[in-house]
């Protein structure tokens, strides 16, 4: 992205010193039957006319700098969603580690207590195995949470351009923005980068047709101005030239030169009356110009939808965080009841414990959950062209 704006950049500044002035000196030494001339020479010359190919020129670079920078900006955006998304997947990694350490302590907990009951006589032997599986898969969860830690690390800070560092640690923001209003977003979908940027290919084909169209049937030829004093004297020159818009003005002086002066002018036109070439510009151009309205049109419609799936994204990401608070808010309540009901006599410590993970499981359901609402609102945003780096 950097790179194709600095080329849009170079590109541009190319253009535009095509139609700067240009400043040339220099000198001559002419020699005829034994007489010597020496001359100098000076000449300046700067593109004037409007509709030259050096100032159309000019006009597409300026365009495609435009463009190149709206490229530059939605792709920072991108990259802002993806680092987000990077970032919270290793949070979350390290938050469910802690809940698969958790698990596998009461499943040891629990396969212990099995073996007792089972030494008792107390528990049969499918309650005994059914106990070890579930210790198995407790080891096979906490080894998985752990793959998808280093995994989702090493993605983060890949991206970073880093080595593997501390475990992210900034939860996403407790309270989030309400669902925004339809058709005020949509209102604001004119500067979304992608539909920016297809307007500005619109304009640019729009402006290369008048340009073919223009040019098709602009004379070409010179106007010329000159005074001197004869051939290998002192002289003043004008020139304008029509095909490339180029105003250039020369002049020699030739020390010691004599001569009387005089004026003269030329006017040279050449019309295009057949010219398949510029035809051929002009179709091209209508081409290019009826593709552009397509582009634009699908780019305003892919905008549309885009905007519409993620607003509808975010409603669902927030009424599942409020769904996995009510869950968590249950679970925090059974564990108080667990702990009286212990405290009672009434349950082993092993229930306790199992009601503590039921809490855990339902605090990492609800910080999963405000990750996914927090990302959803992010994706929105992008989705809106409001997304900064800042963010």
């Given at each position: ?15 535009l ?9 220099g000198?001559?030494y002419a ?13 300046l ?15 597409a ?12 900006r ?10 987000a ?27 212990r207590a099995?073996?007792a009951?089972r ?5 049969a032997?499918s309650?005994?195995?059914q106990?070890?599986a579930?210790?198995?898969a ?11 830690r ?9 991206l ?6 501390l ?12 669902v925004?209003?339809?058709e005020?977003?949509?209102?604001g979908?004119s ?14 084909a ?31 020159g004008?020139?304008l ?26 006017l ?13 510009q ?8 009826e593709?552009a309205?397509?582009a634009l049109?699908?780019?305003r ?18 009424d599942?965080?409020?769904?996995a608070?009510?869950a ?26 199992q ?28 989705a809106q062209?409001q997304?900064?780096v800042e963010?």
């Amino acid at each position: 992205m950097e790179a194709q704006y600095r080329s849009a950049e170079v590109a541009y500044a190319k253009a535009l010193a095509a139609v700067g002035f240009q400043v040339l000196g220099g000198g001559g030494y002419a020699y005829t039957e034994g007489t010597g001339q020496a001359t100098l020479q000076a000449s300046l010359s700067l593109g004037v006319l409007p509709y030259s190919p050096a100032s159309e020129a000019l006009r597409a670079a300026r365009k495609a700098l435009e463009r190149a920078e709206l490229s530059l900006r939605a792709g920072k955006m991108d990259l802002v969603l993806t680092l987000a998304q990077r970032y919270y997947a290793a949070y979350l990694a390290g938050k469910n580690l802690e809940v698969a350490q958790k698990a596998l302590e009461v499943a040891q907990s629990a396969y212990r207590a099995a073996q007792a009951r089972r030494a008792q006589g107390q528990l049969a032997p499918s309650g005994l195995l059914q106990a070890e599986a579930d210790l198995k898969a407790a080891e096979a969860a906490l080894a998985q949470a752990e793959a998808d830690r280093v995994a989702s690390l090493a993605a983060l800070y890949a991206l970073l351009g880093r080595p593997v560092g501390l475990d992210p640690a900034t939860p996403p923001p407790e309270t989030l923005p309400s669902v925004p209003d339809l058709e005020t977003a949509l209102r604001g979908l004119s500067s979304l980068p992608e539909v920016a940027r297809a307007q500005n290919t619109l304009e640019d084909a729009q402006a290369s047709l008048t340009y073919a169209e223009r040019s098709r049937f602009l004379p070409q030829g010179s106007l010329i101005l000159a005074y001197g004093q004869g051939t290998g004297a002192s002289s003043l020159g004008l020139n304008l030239n029509l095909a490339t818009g180029t105003l250039s003005v020369s002049g020699t002086y030739a020390p010691g030169a004599g001569g009387s002066g005089r004026f003269q002018a030329s006017l040279s036109l050449a019309l295009p009356l057949v010219d398949p070439g510029g035809e051929a510009q002009v179709a091209a151009a209508k081409a290019a110009l009826e593709g552009a309205l397509a582009a634009l049109d699908q780019a305003r419609f892919s905008a549309e939808a885009t905007l519409r799936g993620r607003l509808a994204a975010y409603r669902a990401a927030l009424d599942q965080l409020e769904a996995a608070q009510a869950a968590h808010r249950a679970a925090v309540q059974g564990e108080e009841e667990a702990r009286l009901r212990l405290q009672a006599g009434l349950i082993s410590p092993l229930e306790l414990a199992q009601a503590q993970l039921a809490r855990l499981r339902a605090a990492y359901a609800v910080e999963s959950a405000r990750v996914s609402a927090y990302l959803a609102w992010l994706a929105l945003q992008r989705a809106q062209g409001q997304l900064e780096v800042e963010q």
